[in-house]
């Protein structure tokens, strides 16, 4: 029987792709660049990249958020302080915190059915600031962050340790719902939970990471989460 229901916050949630492109676009703004599509699209791949690096365990959260801003005005030919920008970046990134489209719908339909858990790997402070704005906690069983609880998505100890903080757990009793294969999929495919993948912007699969379901719009979950 289905009990303990997974939930990423970013893309999954929240609405982090703009919120992001509204944060970079100010804090570059605040440092003289001109925040172009062409320049945010480059961050975009660049910040990606790095924290799929800190997936792999190749660097830490500290190393990603200041060396892709280092890779970045490497790529443009600045020099400006990925340090520097950093900070203030996370500061205007706290302030992001639009819902996506039918997420409020969502957990006020889970909300009492299911027991909910929120597993991030975001910033502690900057996740903190965006899940109390946005009213988030109160929807919540336990809001695990990576940062706080010492450990990364996809990692088996992240969902350990999220594991070990809820009462007669079982991982047969629980599901994981994220929109990223390498992280959510790979680290619940991996700690023992059935996995959905949220692909509203239908992205192709990837061969060595399968998930159970795929869903494309927020709607579809309560259903399929009946059956399971």
């Known amino acids: 029987m289905l009990k ?18 509204k944060a970079l676009s100010t804090t570059l703004a605040s440092f003289g660049l001109d925040p172009t ?7 975009h791949v660049i910040n990606i990249r790095h924290w799929e690096m800190l997936e792999r365990g190749e660097l830490t959260r500290p190393q990603v958020l200041v060396k892709r801003f280092e890779a970045l005005f490497a790529e443009l030919g600045l020099p400006l302080s990925g340090a520097e920008v950093n900070k203030t970046y996370g500061h205007n990134l706290s ?9 409020k719908d969502l957990l006020n339909t889970l909300f009492g059915k299911y027991d909910l858990y929120l597993a991030s790997n975001g910033n502690l402070a900057t996740q903190q600031r965006r899940l109390t704005d946005a009213n ?7 809001v695990f962050i990576s940062e706080e609880i010492g450990a990364n998505k996809p990692s088996p100890e992240f969902f ?7 009462p007669s757990f079982h991982p047969e009793d629980a599901v994981m719902i994220g929109d990223s294969l390498t992280s959510d999929i790979k680290g619940g495919r991996d700690a023992g939970l059935r996995t959905i993948w949220f692909n509203p912007h239908h992205k192709a699969p990837a061969a060595d990471i399968q998930p ?8 579809q979950l309560p259903g399929l989460l009946e059956i399971l």
């Open 136 to 142: 988030l906690y109160p929807w919540f069983q336990g």
């Open 212 to 219: 159970d379901f795929e869903i494309e719009s927020l709607s």
């Open 95 to 103: 302030l992001q915190h639009d819902f996506l489209p039918g997420a």
């Open 37 to 43: 599509p062409e320049i945010l699209q480059l961050y």
């Open 160 to 166: 350990e340790k999220c594991f070990s903080q809820i």
């Open 4 to 21: 303990h229901i997974f939930i990423d916050l970013d893309d999954t949630i929240l609405d982090f792709s703009g919120g992001e492109a």
